[in-house]
């Protein structure tokens, strides 16, 4: 049995609701367009996007558009991804229909004026300079562009210095016109209402939206080669990462990596990776794994940052515990002990009532269909340890690893 309530206007924008008896609404409007539908040259324009949406529309200004919300005690706020553009608020229930009522407005109205490219293509470049000047956040994308070469989704979701500055008018109407389809875009709701109030509302503010339904072109990404990458930087400490190519969003195997991922590098101190390099030989502060599923691929890496004459031990130990996955099938206990703590910690994120809401709607974006949380622990108690061990020898072969390291300039 379903735990939300849906509704599609005739012009495709869905209406998502899962209730929840609190004073406090979470929402958020997610459009199906993200850095990866970018064409060569215009990187960073989803991006781009996001931020001017805050900026003037046909009936508001910038203060207008920023007080709105603020003004009622509320949290307005956007980000984009490589595949997805979402603007989500937390405020008082009886503010929701204010917050729609904005919503639709600069998502539909806005104006992208030519004075507020130029102000907010400023903005953009000082957030890439401070972002560049964050090893551990930088080495991030610059993983990404080597596992997907020449591709989109290798591409920083912040852009270029270069290509931010070619951004124009032109672009914006273009990227808007070939990728915002109202039939992959949702209006979620996670809060105290009743659901045919919802649905008069968004009737009311999202209707009268025209239906809009341009063709996506996704190209899957190719498998790149595996590969050690040594970058000189101006760095006090080395900072490293391994991964490869992994799952995508909808593949039967992406309960056991999230499993492998949760249990090698995942959420808390007791992780495999934790124990043995922070807590026992204590060479690295930081050390974690992340599978990160797309819809037709996905990304799997483990971080550590350490000093220089470390980094050789906590390399050599990462791939000790990748090879202890791939040799040895995890026994009965160990097995129960990681889908336990899996699951503990899925139960308990479900008290973030704003990433519970944006997840629901992704995935009715993605599979057209919301899994329970009883769903999606019988998915987790499904995996056994055969699974475990051939997902590890395909994700962790040494033949598709690639690693990027930053080391200090001498």
């Given at each position: 049995m379903t735990d939300y309530q849906l509704f599609t206007l005739p012009n495709g924008i869905r209406i998502l609701h899962k209730y929840w008896p609190s004073a406090i609404t979470h929402c958020c409007f997610i459009?199906?367009?993200?850095?990866?539908?970018?064409?060569?040259?215009?990187?960073?324009?989803?991006?781009?996007?996001?931020?001017?949406?805050?900026?003037?529309?046909?009936?508001?200004?910038?203060?207008?558009?920023?007080?709105?919300?603020?003004?009622?005690?509320?949290?307005?706020?956007?980000?984009?991804?490589?595949?997805?553009?979402?603007?989500?608020?937390?405020?008082?229930n009886q503010h929701l229909e204010r917050t729609m009522d904005l919503f639709e407005d600069i998502l539909f109205h806005s104006t992208f004026p030519e004075d507020e490219q130029e102000k907010e293509r400023g903005v953009i470049l000082d957030e890439?300079?401070?972002?560049?000047?964050?090893?551990?956040?930088?080495?991030?994308?610059?993983?990404?562009?080597?596992?997907?070469?020449?591709?989109?989704?290798?591409?920083?979701?912040?852009?270029?210095?270069?290509?931010?500055?070619?951004?124009?008018?032109?672009?914006?109407?273009?990227?808007?016109?070939?990728?915002?389809?109202?039939?992959?875009?949702?209006f979620a709701v996670h809060g105290n209402y009743d659901f045919k109030k919802l649905v008069a509302l968004s009737e009311k503010y999202f209707g009268p939206i025209a239906a809009s339904y341009p063709q996506k072109n996704r190209q899957a990404p190719g498998i790149t080669p595996p590969g050690i990458h040594i970058v000189n930087k101006p760095i006090s400490q080395t900072h490293c990462i391994i991964g490869a190519q992994a799952y995508a969003s909808a593949h039967q195997d992406k309960w056991g990596l999230l499993l492998l991922n949760n249990l090698l590098g995942g959420v808390g101190m007791s992780s495999r990776l934790n124990l043995e390099i922070r807590e026992k030989h204590g060479i690295a502060y930081t050390v974690e794994s992340n599978y990160t599923p797309l819809t037709d691929t996905g990304i799997f890496s483990i971080y550590f940052g350490t000093d220089t004459e470390?980094?050789?031990?906590?390399?050599?130990?990462?791939?000790?515990?990748?090879?202890?996955?791939?040799?040895?099938?995890?026994?009965?206990?160990?097995?129960?002990?990681?889908?336990?703590?899996?699951?503990?910690?899925?139960?308990?994120?479900?008290?973030?009532?704003?990433?519970?809401?944006?997840?629901m709607a992704k995935s009715m974006i993605d599979f057209n269909r919301i899994d329970?949380?009883?769903?999606?622990?019988?998915?987790?108690?499904?995996?056994?340890?055969?699974?475990?061990?051939?997902?590890?020898?395909?994700?962790?072969?040494?033949?598709?690893?690639v690693t990027l390291m930053f080391e200090p300039k001498q």
């Open positions: 459009v199906n367009a993200g850095s990866r539908d970018e064409l060569p040259g215009q990187e960073g324009l989803a991006h781009f996007i996001e931020h001017l949406l805050f900026k003037e529309t046909e009936r508001r200004n910038t203060n207008q558009i920023l007080n709105r919300l603020e003004l009622v005690g509320a949290d307005l706020n956007a980000y984009t991804t490589k595949e997805y553009t979402c603007i989500h608020a937390s405020l008082l890439i300079a401070s972002y560049l000047d964050q090893p551990e956040e930088a080495i991030q994308d610059d993983f990404e562009e080597l596992l997907f070469k020449d591709h989109p989704i290798g591409q920083n979701i912040l852009g270029t210095p270069e290509s931010v500055g070619k951004l124009n008018s032109k672009n914006i109407s273009e990227f808007i016109a070939a990728n915002y389809n109202t039939g992959e875009m949702i470390k980094a050789a031990k906590a390399s050599k130990l990462v791939h000790k515990e990748l090879k202890r996955l791939r040799d040895q099938q995890l026994g009965t206990l160990q097995l129960h002990q990681a889908r336990q703590k899996f699951i503990g910690q899925i139960a308990l994120a479900e008290e973030n009532r704003m990433s519970v809401i944006i997840a329970t949380l009883d769903e999606i622990f019988e998915k987790i108690n499904a995996v056994t340890a055969q699974q475990l061990l051939t997902i590890s020898n395909e994700i962790f072969d040494p033949a598709r690893l």
